[in-house]
């Protein structure tokens, strides 16, 4: 069971981001996340988008840096991966 953070490198909102994951539960990642003061509104169904400023942070407080890749195989392996086609249904509005 890990808490899983990638490098940050995506852009957004004058900043980067990274993405941070749990490879065994989504519990386990709300947990991590709450206790190290990450709002619920980064959880973007299988992880949080975590600002730059706070990846040290995370490191320091347990989660483990690893590449942009091996975050998402980790994630598909543990199941709790949605995919591109189940994020597009759960945020388009149903058509008439």
Known sequence: ?????????????????????SDSSLAELHAF????????RGFDLDHYDVPERLHATLVAAGAHPVGNRDLVLRLR???????ARERAARTDPPTP
Do not use: K
Request: hydrophobic letters at 45%.
């Open 77 to 83: 392996s543990s199941g709790l991966r949605v995919s």
């Open 33 to 40: 996340a709450a206790a190290n003061g990450i709002p619920r």
């Open 1 to 21: 069971m890990s808490v899983l953070i990638d490098q940050p490198m995506w852009p957004a909102h004058g900043t980067l981001w990274c993405h941070l994951v």
